[in-house]
């Protein structure tokens, strides 16, 4: 009887913390609002010779930043307002715009596992900031236009910067922001990097993750993802989807991609199920926007992976790092022997920043936020942008 009455209370203790964490969860996302934003882009390269069929003047205009084709999208995104309770210390007047990379969408921000442990948007709102997290065109409920000629870097560069000039307009919410930081994934900080140099007084401060300025080993490590067309990896799933938007076909790939060294297994799983897209247009032009901001004036903040089991000097100067040869290993964007200290470029990449911060979290791959340094990176981030009154 005394077992059988254990029995029960262990029962009803879990399905009272099971209970409790969906009652939270419906709270926490009645503050979040789903919303579609209108965009468009005119086409900027004019080469008669630039026809429906593919040539070396597409792959030319492409390198140039050159936008193809006018066309109008909308963007799927999610708001959400900080909990009934925000921590005093985040400033009201801030968002936090929200771009994640290829293959991904705007659910990677908020990833329906673990949230305590893996979303960047409940920790953020948890804090007293805002979020806006958006599917860039060709990924997630955005339009899907051409895959190559439309779903590209600079179609991508500009769409954001209309949404940064909707935020500060009020023409989002009804609210007017003072102060938009951009946060990116993989190519969503390499749009960040752009936008800094193209739109300098856009964004008024960027946190970079997973990213660097080494093009040798980008396509190699790309490469090694062995992504496919995703019709014919699940045409059941997948059929409709043009044959210029591809994924991973296998969780080997997925982790080849994205994961290393310390990580929850299940966390994979999940990220595998819920993958997105990468176009041909977005890995063809992605390199040609890993630029410098000369103009930007703002703070950085750059986090990223190191395969290597011990810990280096966080923060000292660029030169230093340099002489000392200090090895970073993300394993897309920076990685094998060449790397040394390329998250450091970043000095040269916006050499009037009011602040440079780099931050490497060891044992981990390209995909921070979904390691066991996640939680750091949060805090790290955080720290970052209330050291600079966002």
């Known amino acids: 009887m005394t077992l059988l009455r254990s029995s029960l209370l262990s029962l009803w203790v879990v399905l009272m913390l099971q209970a409790h964490l969906v009652i939270c969860r419906a709270l926490w996302d009645s503050n979040c609002t789903d919303i579609t ?31 193809l084709a006018s066309n109008s999208y909308n963007l799927s995104a999610r708001i959400c307002h900080p909990t009934a309770r925000p921590n005093a210390s985040a400033p009201s007047d801030t968002i936090q715009l929200l771009v994640h990379g290829a293959t991904f969408n705007k659910i990677m921000w908020d990833l329906p ?31 899907f236009p051409d895959g190559l000629r439309e779903a590209q870097t600079q179609v991508f560069v500009e769409t954001v910067h209309q949404v940064v000039q909707k935020i500060r ?8 922001w003072d102060k938009v930081a951009l946060v990116g994934f993989s190519i969503g900080a390499i749009v960040a990097n752009s936008i800094s140099a193209q739109y300098p007084l856009d964004l008024s401060a960027i946190v970079l993750h997973g990213v660097s300025w080494d093009p040798s080993w980008i396509y190699p490590a790309f490469l090694s993802g062995l992504q496919q067309p995703a019709a014919q990896i699940d045409p059941d799933r997948w059929g409709q989807v043009p044959p210029q938007y591809q994924t991973q076909p296998t969780r080997e790939a997925r982790l080849t991609a994205c994961f290393y060294g310390s990580f929850d297994p299940g966390v994979l799983e999940h990220d595998f199920n819920q993958r997105d897209f990468d176009s041909l247009g977005a890995a063809m032009t992605l390199t040609y926007h890993l630029v410098h901001a000369p103009e930007y004036q703002g703070p950085v903040f750059l986090g990223i992976g190191e395969s290597k089991s011990y810990a280096g000097v966080q923060r000292v100067h660029q030169i230093l790092l340099l002489m000392l040869r200090y090895p970073v290993d993300d394993s897309t964007f920076c990685g094998g022997t060449k ?24 044992e981990t791959g390209h995909l921070v936020l979904f390691h066991r340094a996640g939680l750091q990176l949060m805090e790290d981030s955080l720290h970052f942008l209330e050291a600079h009154g966002f």
Request: charged residues 25%.
């Open 113 to 143: 596992f673990q949230p305590e442990t893996y979303s960047w948007t409940k920790k953020m709102n948890e804090a007293g900031y805002s979020t806006i997290a958006i599917d860039l065109v060709g990924s997630g409920n955005s339009s």
């Open 37 to 67: 934003i209108p965009v468009g882009v005119r086409r900027s390269n004019h080469l008669e010779s630039l026809t429906d069929q593919y040539d070396i003047q597409v792959l030319y205009a492409l390198a140039s930043k050159k936008i």
């Open 339 to 362: 790397c040394i200290g390329q998250p450091y470029e970043v000095y040269n990449r916006y050499p009037k920043a009011t602040d440079h911060v780099v931050k490497v979290y060891k």
């Open 169 to 176: 307009k009020g023409d989002i919410d009804g609210r007017k």
